[in-house]
């Protein structure tokens, strides 16, 4: 485990939390959520504003969250994999979990995946699908850290 991953272990093992005593995938704490299907915090809720690539990406590397540093964009594939597919109705996005990510936006999620030189993957909760988004365009950021831990050791 490296120095910087550990905050979130560390901070994990002194509240007493066991993530393995819940059965919920998600597990919520203040300011972010533990998907344990991923082994990721994912930053939960998210601020209102939306950026630019660029700034999205320095917004994620430069946040401290509960003694966390090493925050970055997600893969196309984690963010992906919060989708709740059985949320979907016509009437009522976003397709997530809404207790473990209050107040999900509709509109593009910036992904760390480039889909070419002047625009990267991006993910909508409120659609069937993602696409790409120009690196100028603004998208909403939702930060994601790797536990680095297995999930027996939480």
Known sequence: ????????????????????????RFVRFDGYVVDKDQNLAFVSPI????????????HCTGLTLAGVTDWRLPTL???TNIRDESAKTA?????????????T????FWTQGEFDSASHWVIDFCSESGG????????????????????ADL
């Open 47 to 58: 601020d209102d504003t939306q950026r630019p690539f660029a700034e999205a990406e320095t």
């Open 1 to 24: 485990m490296t120095p910087r991953s550990m905050g979130l272990v560390a901070l994990l093992a002194s509240s007493g939390c066991a993530l393995n005593d819940s059965q919920e």
């Open 132 to 151: 790409s988004l120009a690196n100028a365009a603004s998208g909403w950021v939702r930060c994601a850290s790797e536990l680095a831990a297995s999930k």
């Open 105 to 108: 936006p509709c509109g593009p």
């Open 91 to 103: 009437e009522d996005p976003p397709y997530v979990d809404t207790e473990a990510f209050p107040s």
């Open 77 to 79: 594939e984690e963010i």
